[in-house]
């Protein structure tokens, strides 16, 4: 067993059914619990906007803020530093002398690179780095074929695991977290903090209909939604219930949600949830599979000959309101003041703005990441792909 362990909270911003939270709990006396909040999330792109624009900046901040009340009811706390995570977290392993960083393992490229990046400062130290899969249903090695083998489209890869799925049992939360003595916790940031002025949430935005982010709340909605009548037409479980927001930031783990789906009796609402499950889990997979190339015009098709206008001009009309239809500036008026929109409202926007105006469905994609709240990679930019006739069928 290990003397000490640093924890690194990524996208798992929960303690029920952390494995790697609990595997760090019963693998050493004391572990070392931090957040880092890191100002490239939130720089300007080339485009303007913030790669993290405020209202996420805002969740985020909420979510940590909830994540230290509830390690704290367990005896520990949670370091807050604000720097580049893959400095800071080697930093403080050397100098408390903690044997392993353990963490969630991440798929996206900038994600991998920062992985990879702590894993070589932690090597001056003699320190070793332990990545945990949780972000999906099943691990990689479990799929029922190889990552290079992915179905190439979503019917063939649900019908295949609809006959292999075999889902853990859900973990139980720490028992007890211990920390060392004479730790520095670190003030939660502000916006401010952030670079980001509170101005630029903007006025005369519309109140917040989702209701506050934390790991009790999630749980409470999911359950309500399970409860809930029959689902409309064209409703999206995931994305449509919110449950997609908890998924997001780790609130919920996507095998809870299964295993809480599971225990429903046949129905529309439980086959839809469980299609859109695995619908963000082969979103996922498309990410490990192709890499990069998910972030690219031509996608992960390789579609060289589509060509889309780099037109900012028009672009700012779409994302101002200020386009020749009605519809979708109302859309997007809705994004940049709640932070949301019903799957079919995000496919009108983007469809607007890749088919209509022809304009590069990537600047779209990265507008969705600085504004939706439950913004992830794989799910976003996978979708933009499908939208854009550059993804998988």
């Known amino acids: 067993m290990a ?45 303007g906007f913030r790669r993290t624009g405020a209202l996420r900046a805002q969740q985020l901040i909420d979510c940590v803020t909830d994540l230290r009340e509830n390690i704290r009811k367990k005896g520990g706390d949670l370091l807050i530093r604000i720097g580049e995570p893959e400095k800071i977290v080697a930093q403080l392993a050397e ?7 353990y963490c969630s393992k991440e ?3 900038e994600e991998t690179r920062i992985e990879s990046s702590l894993s070589k400062n932690l090597k001056t130290g003699n320190i070793d780095i332990k990545l945990f899969w949780m972000d999906t249903l099943v691990h990689a090695t479990e799929l029922p074929f190889p990552i290079s083998k992915l179905p190439g489209s979503f019917e063939a890869f649900s019908k295949t695991m609809q006959n292999s799925l075999d889902i853990e049992s859900i973990l139980p939360e720490p028992a007890q977290i211990k920390l060392p003595a004479d730790l520095e916790m670190g003030q939660m940031p502000t916006l401010a903090d952030l ?27 999911l359950s309500q939604y399970l409860a809930s009548e029959a689902d409309p037409i064209d409703f999206h479980a995931l994305i449509d ?11 919920l783990s996507p095998k809870y949600v ?55 001009v028009t672009f700012r009309k779409w994302t101002d ?38 304009i590069n469905w990537t600047w779209g994609a990265m507008y969705f990441e600085s504004n939706l709240k439950d913004y992830e990679p ?11 006739g550059v993804g998988q069928d």
């Open 3 to 47: 003397d000490r362990i640093v924890y690194w909270f990524r996208n798992d911003l929960r303690l029920l059914d952390n494995e790697a939270l609990l595997s760090a709990c019963n693998s050493s006396d004391e572990i070392i619990p931090v957040f880092v909040f890191d100002p490239r999330q939130y720089e300007k792109t080339r485009l």
């Open 95 to 101: 100098d408390h002398q903690a044997g392993y960083v």
């Open 107 to 109: 798929i996206a490229p």
């Open 195 to 221: 670079g980001i002025e509170i101005e630029e949430i903007g006025t005369g935005q519309e109140p917040e209909t989702i209701k506050p982010i934390s790991e009790e709340e999630a749980i409470r909605s």
């Open 241 to 251: 219930s919110g449950i997609s927001r908890w998924l997001s930031m780790g609130c």
């Open 258 to 312: 299964y295993k809480a789906v599971a225990t429903k009796s046949d129905s529309a609402k439980k086959q839809s949830l469980m299609q859109d499950l695995l619908e963000r889990d082969y979103f996922h997979w498309t990410l490990l599979r192709y890499g990069p190339r998910i972030f690219k015009p031509s996608g992960v098709k390789h579609h060289f000959a589509k060509r889309w206008d780099d037109d900012l």
């Open 321 to 358: 309101s200020q386009t020749d239809d009605a519809q979708v500036n109302d859309l997007m008026r809705k994004l940049k003041s709640q932070g949301n929109l019903l799957s079919a409202e995000r496919w009108i926007a983007a469809k607007y703005l890749a088919n209509t105006l022809n």
């Open 378 to 388: 794989s799910v976003s930019w996978g979708k933009w792909n499908k939208v854009a």
